[in-house]
């Protein structure tokens, strides 16, 4: 079964400056999505971002962006000029070519002034 | 924009009791989901489906059952509420395919005594 880790419980970062948030997954498929979705405090969960496994270049919107690592299993999130409103619990996410959608524990980012 | 609505935000049951959580999309999704979140345990997805009276189970569907008689409508069933089922509850919506981005509703928290 797939899995999704974020080893990163809880981060904090200085308003303007950047962030990474890290999520390693786990699976034999070739095919898949990844996602990272955003969760503000007592807000409905949003998508930040998604990356097709097939292609090779990073996605990017606005002030985030993701490394992706195919053969490292690695999907990380980075955050740029930081804003207070970025606070919130970031999950990863990974779908796969049957509809099974799998997520991490969270990070909880936030955001200091 | 996509909405998806659950029926109440907050819900306070008593053990043995049968609960009704109620999802509906208006942006005519064929793809709709109940998972629950916990602290620590990210989301967990507890049933899906991707039609009309059509439903997948999913990682953890024990105790939980659902109904979907109409497109827009997605119902999670608590057969019998047991104080373990206490959770954030989470319903999702996405068109047809994998890439597809999924839309969250607000969130039900259940309390179960």
């Known amino acids: 079964a797939q899995t999704v880790t974020q080893s990163q419980p809880e981060m904090s970062v200085q308003e303007a400056e950047t962030v990474t948030l890290s999520c390693t997954y786990d699976?034999?498929?070739?095919?898949?999505?990844l996602f990272w979705y955003k969760q503000p405090p007592s807000r409905q969960m949003i998508l930040v971002i998604r990356q097709e496994a097939y292609k090779q270049q990073n996605a990017t919107e606005n002030r985030f962006s993701v490394n992706f690592q195919k053969a490292a299993k690695s999907f990380s999130l980075k955050i740029s000029d930081s804003q207070l409103g970025d606070a919130a619990m970031y999950f990863c996410a990974y779908r796969s070519g049957n509809n099974d959608m799998r997520f991490g524990a969270g990070t909880r980012l936030t955001v200091k002034p | 924009d996509v909405k998806v609505t659950q029926s109440s935000r907050y819900l306070v049951k008593r053990t043995g009791e049968k609960v009704f959580l109620e999802c509906v999309q208006d942006m005519d999704h064929e793809n709709m989901f109940w998972y629950r979140q916990d602290p620590g345990l990210g989301l967990r997805l507890i049933y899906f489906s991707y039609d009309v009276k059509m439903k997948e189970k999913g990682d953890i569907p024990e105790g939980y059952s659902v109904s979907r008689e109409k497109k827009e409508r997605f119902s999670l069933i608590l057969e019998s509420a047991s104080t373990n089922q206490t959770s954030m509850y989470l319903c999702?919506?996405?068109?047809?395919?994998?890439?597809?981005?999924?839309?969250f509703g607000p969130g039900t928290r259940l309390l179960v005594l």
């Open positions: 699976t034999s498929e070739s095919d898949y999505y």
């Open positions: 999702a919506s996405s068109r047809g395919g994998n890439q597809e981005t999924q839309y």
